[in-house]
């Protein structure tokens, strides 16, 4: 196991091979000794030294305690385990089945949180081969957990690596081929508008896998608030009509004044249905047409478009709702994240056939009503 003072996190193992470290809190002496003395024995764990045992700040794999240690240290292993890396297991030496009450703290209450922090659970007297079992479990687990947390890292360190040279390398090239205005004619002036229009989708392919790894990296459910539904879709029009000059981008009607329970990935649901009615547009005046309508609950926007359309055996396909998902030759990863943050927005997305004679796209997202409260987080 690695410490801080070699720098790296409090929550590693060391090299392959060493063993894993056992933090015991057990308050019976007896089975303290038990469990020590096996420990001692063996080659893949080692114990932490009694003088050293603190679940706040010491460096374990598995936690080892007994119901009476397990509420008094339930608050230091509730942050321990909840800051850490990986998997952290806690392993409860009970005298009791699982099925029983827990113990009363000390003020009398029956503390039913402290239980959630157990993994597993050995009834006492002491099984050491039943002790081997768990442990062999708990720490292989960890150590899966340990893996799967250093390859995320590396995977997250290389695509953001990766996503600023692309993007980097495409803004010199866009700005080449700005320069090369002056210099064609006008067949060569269709050829510099297609490689712009290719490097800006290139652009636009690494905001959409930026967009879609913090989806990946939010833990648990996302933090949703109300969100100017107004102002998000007014900004993308504008800055979808100064990428796409050649483009015709018009609102139908107007867009309320209205918020929806989203956060602030919402912008990059109308970046990538405005990119995608253009960018897959053959048109020589693409067209793209948007619609808000409020209702109770409720508030739809439609994305209508005159290009070639969606047939609609390959509508799940391209939101990657196939079993085959991004693998499935129709997917696109725009909008796979559009349908990945509605979904998670509570919202649902619905492709049919556009009036334009190419594809409409709705967007159905719950109506959030603002008050002050809310409005306050939102300006923080």
């Not at 912008?267 to 249905?273: C, I, K």
């Amino acid at each position: 196991m690695s410490d801080a003072s070699t720098g790296g996190s409090t929550d590693r193992w060391g090299s392959p091979g060493s063993p894993a470290r056992i933090l015991s809190l057990l308050s019976h002496s007896g089975n303290q000794r038990v469990l020590t003395d096996w420990i001692h024995q063996q080659d893949r764990y080692e114990v932490v030294p009694d003088a050293d045992a603190d679940p706040a700040a010491d460096t374990f794999d598995v936690c080892i305690i007994d119901e009476h240690s397990l509420h008094k240290y339930a608050t230091e292993l509730r942050s321990r385990t909840a800051a850490a890396d990986a998997f952290l297991p806690v392993l409860l030496v009970s005298p009791r089945g699982a099925s029983d009450s827990p113990e009363t703290s000390p003020d009398g209450e029956a503390d039913s949180s402290a239980w959630q922090l157990v993994d597993e659970l050995l009834l006492t007297p002491i099984d050491t081969s039943e002790l081997r079992r768990r442990l062999d479990t708990l720490t292989r687990v960890r150590a899966q957990s340990i893996a799967l947390e250093q390859k995320t890292a590396q995977l997250l360190l290389l695509n953001r690596i990766t996503r600023h040279d692309i993007r980097n390398d495409m803004n010199v090239i866009s700005g080449w081929t700005e320069q090369l205005a002056d210099h064609t004619d006008d067949a060569g002036e269709e050829i510099r508008k297609r490689i712009l229009d290719s490097s800006q989708h290139v652009v636009d392919l690494t905001k959409a896998v930026r967009e879609f790894v913090d989806t990946l990296q939010s833990a648990g459910d996302p933090d949703l608030q109300p969100v100017d539904l107004n102002r998000v879709v007014s900004e993308e029009l504008t800055k979808r009509r100064s990428t796409f000059e050649d483009a015709d981008f018009s609102v139908q009607g107007d867009i309320p004044d209205v918020h929806v329970r989203a956060d602030d990935l919402l912008a990059s649901v109308y970046r990538n249905l405005l990119n995608n009615a253009v960018q897959h547009n053959r048109s020589d005046t693409p067209r793209v047409e948007v619609t808000v309508s409020e209702h109770a609950d409720t508030v739809v926007t439609t994305v209508t478009d005159n290009g070639p359309g969606i047939p609609q055996a390959q509508r799940d396909a391209v939101l990657g709702r196939t079993e085959q998902g991004l693998d499935h030759p129709a997917a696109g990863l725009g909008l796979y994240l559009v349908d990945t943050l509605v979904t998670q927005y509570g919202g649902t997305v619905q492709i049919t056939d556009a009036d334009l004679g190419g594809t409409r796209i709705g967007v159905e997202l719950q109506n959030e009503a603002v008050t002050e409260a809310n409005t306050s987080d939102n300006d923080t």
